[in-house]
């Protein structure tokens, strides 16, 4: 049996295939995420650098539905959630949507108000 379904922009093919010898089930789940990575590119061409029309928000990548459904990712705490989304867009550019992103420090230029 085979089973397609999009969510989120990305395609899942679900086949499973019972051996009644046997008695064991063998399921395969099959994420493609080109459709993401075109659009992904597409939009870090675009002058606004990943900003809504207001300024309010940034969206600076998509990542796979897949990864953060991993158990281990699930068992990390909240920080340790965002540390690991961060490195993992520096380390996958194809995954973000901005050409770059913003770091923010104590000596790059910028000024934050709180």
Sequence with gaps: MIKDQTFNGETYWWDSDYDPNTGKLAYKETHYIGDILEQNAAQQKEANNGFTPDRTMRMIGRIPVA???????????????????????????????????????ANDGHILIK
Excluded at 77 to 93: A, D, M, S, Y
């Design 67 to 105: 990864l953060t459904m991993d158990p281990d990712y699930k068992a990390l705490p909240e920080v340790g959630k965002q540390l690991f989304l961060r490195w993992f867009l520096e380390q996958h550019p194809e995954c973000r949507t901005v050409d770059k992103l913003l770091h923010v420090g």
